[in-house]
């Protein structure tokens, strides 16, 4: 659901969501909060929407500490919230590109100490 509206501030916190996250929002505010609700407006179940909404408190959690998105964390939610993904396996994939840049920074600590 989209809502043609003003946006808010550009100075304000809420201007830093993207569009689908602030028409969320606002979809919720105006179901009084209710997730029940929400879903049923949405097409989705209970727990699409309640992921859906706890990326979006993550996304305002971060904006409030003026810490910037994570581009990779970003598309694996995506991909998640759309159900092209499952839970378990982005977070597997999240793993796994944590695991390869770890490694890839011992290796490059390594290579400029000259160890071997």
Do not use: C, W
């Not at 179940?45 to 964390?73: C, H, N, S």
């Not at 982005?90 to 011992?106: E, K, T, V, Y």
């Amino acid at each position: 659901m989209t809502f043609v509206n003003r946006n808010p501030p550009p100075d304000h916190v809420l201007a830093t969501l993207p569009r689908e996250d602030l028409d969320l929002i606002v979809e919720l505010v105006l179901r009084s909060g209710s997730l029940k609700d929400l879903a049923t407006a949405y097409g989705v179940t209970y727990p699409t929407i309640r992921l859906r909404l706890d990326r979006v408190i993550e996304r305002l959690q971060d904006a409030v500490r003026g810490k910037k998105p994570d581009p990779f964390k970003e598309l694996l939610a995506r991909l998640v919230e759309r159900g092209e993904l499952t839970l378990s396996g982005a977070r597997a994939i999240r793993d796994q590109a944590r695991n390869l840049l770890s490694d890839r920074q011992s290796e490059t600590s390594l290579s400029k100490s000259g160890g071997s």
